[in-house]
């Protein structure tokens, strides 16, 4: 019984070696099995700590004046009530050149702004692709400061930087995805998908920011509650006298023989018109202007340009360049960044004289038919006593204190206006020129007014100059416009123009 006993207990044995060889010759001949499970495992634990990290927002950049991101976000709010009829694309050339509400209210559409600062036509494209999936428009317009030469890939740290923050602000993962093989880097994919890899660093060097974040205290700055159409306004004030003197002591800062092209900035070019194309948009080209001195030898450079945008497209119905000749009428000093900088943006007046441009190039072109919406409640209602609107617009016959005070579909002064404000009041002659009217030069001209006021119960009579309003006038309605004491005006018993 005792040697049995003794048999087993030897047979158990030398079985458990067997086993513990068996388990030895396995892990040695399937080392790389083992390695790679611990690799994934290591991978997964790291992965899933970046994507709760970035989920939880902890190492977003500071974003209370990312206005690319409020863009974005302003663009998929706003379009899920509304549609765009006029989607401009760019950088900050044209946030800052163009005014989205006086374009809307001018033309009775809805049009939007999507640009970030720095960006280049391959950001325009995916930009572009990502808005139309959410709401076609009739009208692209792709401003060409961001037409250059390009390597996406080879981006130095400030341009690299500003791609990150578009690509971040967009919304649509695979079309990012997709994107991101063509404007990063393979070494960079890390950064442009996870802000917490791009901004680690906020552990030593700026932790306070990871408290906003912690605290939800990191949204861009704005009312919800208002209309925001991507407008950002920068510059109210023109060049000074020191940037003057700049220019006539040391010429141009920028050299239109150095604007580079190259096969790809060609390429992307030819994706927005294709995109366009198939999808029935029209497109604009469109060329917002920087002072007259700041560019010497401006024809070389919109040589080169014409040439990569292609015959169809550098035509003059395509293309609107405010640079050079009649688009560039009324630009003066006041209309310009002071900086003798080679980037060079616009001032808020500036901007209103290129919108009203646009608006002129807009409603001459034939081929472009854009939804009428003056007659749309929902669409008076959103732009009402918005920028721009009386101006281009009658007052609500519920409105007590934007008051017509004059209307008349045969004559040449169609329409005028009393706005009330707390200081005081505007009037708005809106004439609607015939091409009799404009060679009579009534640009250079003023509508004298003769009112008939309440004067504390007294009826007298005045007259009041106004001046052609240059900043909400285009062709087919210009504005004569002038600022009045706030009194009781009973009836208008006069209206002619005078020298």
């Known amino acids: 019984m005792k040697k049995s006993k003794k048999k087993l207990s030897k047979t158990k044995v030398r079985s458990e070696k067997k086993i513990d060889k068996v388990k030895k010759i396995k892990d040695v001949k399937h080392p790389i099995r083992t390695i790679t499970l611990k690799f994934l495992i290591l991978v997964s634990l790291v992965c899933g700590g970046l994507m709760f990290s970035d989920h939880q927002n902890f190492f977003n950049p500071d974003n209370i004046n990312n206005h690319t991101l409020r863009k974005w976000n302003s663009y998929y709010d706003f379009t899920q009530k509304n549609d765009i009829d006029v989607l401009l694309v760019g950088n900050s050339h044209l946030y800052t050149g163009i005014n989205p509400k006086n374009l809307s209210t001018a033309l009775g559409c809805n049009a939007f702004i999507l640009a970030s600062p720095g960006t280049h036509v391959d950001d325009h494209y ?162 917002l202007p920087m002072y007259e001195k700041h560019i010497s030898n401006y024809d070389a450079w919109k040589s080169k340009l014409k040439e990569t945008i292609g015959e169809k497209y550098s035509s003059d119905e395509y293309w609107i360049d405010m640079q050079l000749g009649e688009g560039y009428r009324k630009f003066t000093k006041a209309s310009f960044e002071s900086t003798y900088n080679s980037n060079q943006h616009m001032t808020y007046s500036g901007s209103l004289l290129a919108t009203y441009k646009l608006v002129d190039f807009i409603q001459k072109q034939k081929r472009i038919t854009l939804t009428n919406r003056r007659n749309d ?68 001209k003023k509508i004298r007014v003769t009112l008939i006021v309440n004067n504390n119960g007294v009826q007298q009579s005045s007259y009041l100059d106004l001046p052609l309003d240059i900043y909400h006038s285009s062709n087919k309605k210009m504005n004569y416009t002038s600022n009045i004491k706030p009194i009781e005006i009973l009836r208008i018993s006069d209206i002619k123009f005078v020298d």
Request: glycine share 4%; hydrophobic share 30%.
């Open 126 to 287: 995916f930009a572009l692709k990502e808005a139309i999936k959410i709401s076609k428009p009739q009208l692209v317009v792709i401003e060409t400061y961001g037409l250059k030469k390009l390597e996406p890939k080879q981006k130095s740290k400030g341009p690299l930087s500003d791609q990150f923050k578009s690509f971040s602000a967009r919304k649509n993962s695979l079309s990012k995805i997709t994107s991101m093989p063509s404007l990063f880097a393979v070494e960079n994919y890390g950064y442009a998908l996870s802000n917490t890899l791009r901004n680690h660093n906020f552990l030593y060097t700026n932790y306070d920011q990871i408290k906003k974040n912690i605290n939800n205290d990191n949204e861009p700055r704005g009312d919800k509650n208002k209309l925001y159409l991507g407008r950002y306004i920068r510059f109210k004030t023109g060049i000074e006298d020191s940037i003057l003197t700049k220019y006539k002591e040391l010429g141009a800062p920028v050299n239109g023989d150095n604007y580079e092209t190259n096969s790809l900035q060609s390429k992307y070019i030819k994706n927005i018109i294709e995109l366009c194309e198939s999808n029935d948009i029209e497109v604009i080209f469109l060329t």
């Open 377 to 444: 409640k929902e669409w008076i209602d959103l732009f009402y006593k918005e920028e721009g609107y009386l101006e281009n617009n009658s007052p609500r016959k519920d409105d007590n204190e934007n008051i017509v005070l004059y209307s008349s579909d045969s004559e040449i002064v169609k329409e005028i206006l009393v706005l009330k404000k707390d200081k005081y009041n505007t009037l708005i002659a809106k004439v609607s020129p015939t091409s009799d009217v404009i060679a009579n030069s009534i640009e250079t």
